[in-house]
């Protein structure tokens, strides 16, 4: 898939630069404090710069030498710079996503209608106020967000998605909404602004990718409390090294204090934590997913249960009539009438293709007196009521039902047996009845999306349950669900019963995501914990949840899932592996605070390391080397695969946890062989 969103390499010079530069401005104290643990080791390198001072005015060399205690400092410094390196150059790739995005957004000529009189006038995009309508042929570029409120026409939305095949949208249903920016194939749309000058979709975007926005999340708060707690306790711990080195007649030096505490502290994850949160958002974009919050992408990394639409959804969504099937003792030619008659008015796909199937001159058909009503989601029918008396409704076969039996017609038996026959071949049957007597049923057939099987397969190993929801009669339902493999279905669903389902699974403590489109989602999108609409849904969908997916693929969310997974899992190992890391840099200091005074501890000393100075400086080097050492497996996530998450736990301990407790004393020990080469 090509990305109109620039792809860039993990370092690219030009974001290299800007990061160096960032890393410096964030040695600012006032913006490192949101760091406790980097806070701490800035008052260490603080501390260090004074000691150095000391030893090169003073004389003394009761803190050993000048060049010792430069070394420390420096090193110490880089440790700052490194961590803030990462965080830099995470948020710079944000921003070059965000400047490519800003290229979309230019001015362009809208042809602004004037809706009294009719008349157009060409305007700069920018005048454009919400309410507004304007008119847009082949050729045009869309210049602001809206709704078409009349019209059909193909669109190329590669500007934003990068995807090149051209969409289909019209107005009515839920494929009505267009994105600024995007560019008109065919035809000619009238289009309503939704949105204020300013607050358009590309401008929310692209002000949450340059991470203007971007808040810690409730997780990436609770660690950094618990790295506060951490480096809390090993300045305890250092404090008390002095009486015991008093006792054992061992003066201890403040660089040696510094450098066991800098290493002792946690400093990988410190400096690594932010650059996670925000590769993690990076990474969604990338997908071509724009998430509002960063909280949004770490819930989907621990979904229980996802509720999915069926029709566009699951199938493919242009849901078309293919059969008229009278009932006993109707005519047929009568019948294909009523049931144009009664789609007239129906901007649905399934009205329109009602019209394309029954192919009538239906230009004199309708007269001023006809009153159309509308299909909803909530009666599940739509029709007609003429001026001759003449009351025709076509919906959802208990719809059809409750107005036959409420005007004291049997529901016929052989109409009952077509509806059940259709219906357990997938197809959605619509019974037609006029004023309460059946006329017959609409066959209406919709194809399921090729490869969506191995998906839901997928999304079941990751220990996500998928629940398909439609406003369909259960036979069909059942037979699309077995075919497409979800866990679980609800029919003959009202908006409502969406998000009632979605409370009781939040309830009973699960995490729920919706994935939908219309504006009647939009209750269930809000109250899902991720709520994702499609680019292509109405306004009111895209507002209402928490994240939108531009190439309007609903299977999205297997990505999604990996990512918000991906992204809690490269937290919680590099935090494993951060402390694991930090034993061996123990095993190299102590014994060189105390190794003249007490020759018992020649035995911790396992690594035999030179001399006491080489020791300590070869274990903060490679406390600070391992931070950009680290920073690509920070932006690129730990690899996940699905392979249950008890199993995934033991694998990452063994390679993080067990490989950060090893890898220290083979790095330390170079670092040390290297020292005495060089010194
Ligand atoms: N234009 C229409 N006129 C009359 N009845 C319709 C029309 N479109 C759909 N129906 C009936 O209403 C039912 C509910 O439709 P609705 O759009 O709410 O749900 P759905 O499309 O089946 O499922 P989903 O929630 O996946 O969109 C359909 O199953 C069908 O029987
Ligand atoms: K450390
Ligand atoms: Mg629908």
Redesign the pocket.
């Known amino acids: 898939m090509s990305k109109a969103i620039a792809t860039t390499r993990l370092f690219e010079p030009h974001l290299v630069r800007a990061a160096f530069r960032q890393s410096f401005v964030k040695l600012n104290p006032r913006i490192l404090f949101r760091n406790p643990v980097m806070f701490t080791v800035e008052a260490g390198t603080a501390v260090m710069l004074f000691v150095t001072l000391y030893t090169a005015f003073s004389g003394h060399t009761d803190q050993g030498s000048f060049g010792y205690n430069l070394a420390v400092f420096i090193i110490l410094l880089f440790t700052l710079l490194f961590a803030n390196f990462a965080e830099a150059i995470a948020e710079a790739r944000g921003k070059a996503q965000a400047d490519s995005l800003r290229k979309t957004r230019e001015e362009t000529p809208a042809r602004w209608i004037d809706t009294f009189s009719g008349e157009l006038k060409t305007i700069p995009s920018s005048q454009l106020n919400k309410g507004d309508v304007f008119l847009c042929e082949t050729g045009d570029v869309i210049p602001m967000d809206g709704e078409i409120i009349e019209g059909i026409a193909t669109i190329d939305e590669s500007a934003i998605t990068g995807e090149s095949a051209p969409v289909i949208r019209e107005s009515g249903g ?1 494929k009505s909404s267009v994105t600024g920016g995007t560019k008109v194939l065919s035809d000619r749309i009238k289009v309503k602004v939704t949105t204020a000058p300013g607050e358009s979709f590309l401008d929310k975007m692209i002000a949450l990718v340059e991470g203007a926005s971007r808040q810690k999340t409730p997780n990436e708060i609770a660690l950094t409390i618990l790295l506060a707690g951490f480096t809390l306790v090993f300045v305890l711990v250092c404090v008390t090294l002095k009486p015991f080195g008093d006792y054992a007649n061992t003066p201890i030096t403040i660089a040696a204090f510094v450098a066991l505490f800098v290493c002792l502290i946690p400093t990988t994850i410190g400096g690594l934590l932010s650059a996670i949160g925000i590769a993690g958002m990076d990474r969604a974009l990338r997908a071509n997913v724009v998430t509002k919050s960063g909280k949004a992408v770490e819930t989907a990394g621990d979904l229980d249960t996802l509720l ?8 493919i ?1 242009n ?1 078309k009539a293919t059969h008229f099937y009278p009932a006993m003792g109707i005519d047929k030619a009568l019948f294909v009438e009523a049931c144009v008659l ?2 007239l008015a ?1 901007e ?4 329109k293709s ?1 019209l394309e199937l029954a192919n009538l001159d239906t230009g004199s058909m309708a007269t001023r007196e006809t009153r159309f009503v509308a ?3 909530e009666t ?4 007609v009521d003429l001026a001759s008396g003449r009351s025709i ?5 208990d ?1 059809i039902k409750t107005i036959t039996e409420r005007a004291g017609h049997a529901f016929p038996q052989e109409t009952a047996t077509e509806v059940k026959t259709i219906a357990s071949n997938g197809g ?3 019974v037609v009845c006029e004023n309460g007597k059946i006329l017959g049923v609409i066959e ?1 057939q919709d194809i399921i999306k090729p490869g969506i099987q191995e998906r839901f397969q997928r999304l079941r190993k990751m220990g996500v349950k998928t629940v ?6 259960p036979l ?1 339902a059942r037979f699309i669900a077995e075919k497409a493999g979800v866990d679980d279905f609800i029919a ?4 409502e019963d ?1 998000m009632n389902y979605i409370r009781q699974e939040q309830q009973s403590g699960k995490l729920v995501a919706m994935m ?1 489109d ?1 504006t ?2 939009a209750p269930a999108l809000a109250q899902a914990d991720v709520g994702i609409a499609m680019n292509s849904g109405t306004q009111a969908a895209k507002e209402a949840g928490n994240m939108v997916d531009l190439d309007n693929d609903p299977t999205k969310l297997i990505e999604i899932v990996e990512i918000g997974k991906q992204l809690l899992m490269t937290r919680g190992t590099l935090t494993t592996f951060s402390i694991a890391n930090d034993i061996a840099k123990y095993f190299a200091i102590v014994p060189a605070l105390f190794i003249t005074a007490i020759p018992a501890l020649k035995s911790l000393n396992i690594m035999q390391l030179k001399s006491p100075q080489s020791a300590i400086l070869s274990a903060v080097i490679f406390n600070a080397l391992i931070i950009p050492a680290l920073i690509p497996l920070a932006l690129r996530g730990v690899a996940y695969k699905p392979i249950g998450a008890s199993a995934l736990l033991r694998r990452n301990l063994l390679i993080y946890g067990l490989g950060g407790v090893l890898l220290p004393f083979a790095c330390i020990k170079l670092i040390d062989i290297l020292l005495g080469l060089f010194l």
Do not use: H, Q, W, Y
């Open positions: 839920d999915l639409d069926k029709t566009g959804t699951i199938t969504g849901r009664a789609s129906d649905t796909p399934e009205g009602i299909f909803s989601a599940r029918c739509s029709g409704r076509k919906g959802a076969f719809a959605t049957p619509l209406l398909m929801v439609t406003g369909d009669n069909t003959e669903a009202r908006p969406k939908g219309g009647n989602d």
